[in-house]
């Protein structure tokens, strides 16, 4: 009988005891699962953020990717809201941070990592601008943001109050309807895309026309501008921009120079060396890629795959 007793007690401790460490494990895990989404929260929220420009213009930036933002008396004009996330993000900063409320959202062009997010600032009162042709592209393809209200074709100027903002199409570069949005009171100029100061182009230029690009930097150049703010990588002045123009154009040259001299484009991609770039940066990984590129664009634009040999 008190073998009896001692068994079941002792049972019945083994099970209080199993059950306090599945407890303080339960508490452990869900203690660990808190911590990671806190981390990962503040980690995410650590993208976003809103730096000064000049004057009463700002960067909103989400990691890799910025747009821009003017405040006036008469309210806010905002680029691209980037992202879903993005966008709740800097709605509830300009709430938080200044009273005026936003009147225009500017698309740069048609692409989803620059324009998604647009419905978060959708209501009364705001209009949403972008050339027709980046429109168009957002319609056909059914693009999950808000659908631009108010479109043009070369230029158009907007008031917020007596402040001034020009757009303007400089023609094919990069997707859709891309457009430079100019601040001039201020100095300031908004290019996404198809000018990234400080960094090469984009890989393999994917979407890109790049004589379209060096046309477009060319026209880009006779504005009147102190600070040029990308859409990626570093802001910069007119010498930035040239020092960009003639990357461009020594890039093209040589593949055109390649090509047409009968190279392939393995050749091209051993051969070519443009090391007066290489503060660019990502110039030694995306320079083979930047050759890729222009030779894809070279067939499939000029065709000169298909160009009789001298």
Known sequence: MTDSINWRTQSVVTTLWQAKQKTMLMSTRTLFFFLMTLLAGTAHAENFSITPVKDNIYQFSNGTHHAVFIVTDDGIALTDPISTDAARWLK??????FEQPV???IYSHNHPDHVYGGEVFAGPGVTFIAHEWARDDLLATQAETAIPNLVFNDEMRLYLGDTPIHLRYHGPNNGKGSISIHFPSEGVLH?????????????????????????????????????LVGGHAERGDKDDVRFYLSYLEQLYAAVLDGMQAGKSLQQLQQEIRLDQ???????????????????RNLIDQSYLHLRPRQ
Do not use: C
């Open 277 to 295: 770039f290489q503060s660019l940066n990502m110039y030694e990984a995306w320079l083979p890629l930047n050759i890729e590129g222009v030779h």
């Open 92 to 97: 509830k900063a300009l709430e938080t941070r």
């Open 103 to 105: 009147r225009y959202v």
């Open 191 to 227: 290019v996404v895309d198809w000018i990234v100061l400080g960094r090469m182009p984009y890989k393999s230029l994917p979407g890109y026309d790049i004589r379209g690009m060096i046309n477009s930097t060319r026209d880009v150049l006779a504005m009147d501008f102190d600070i």
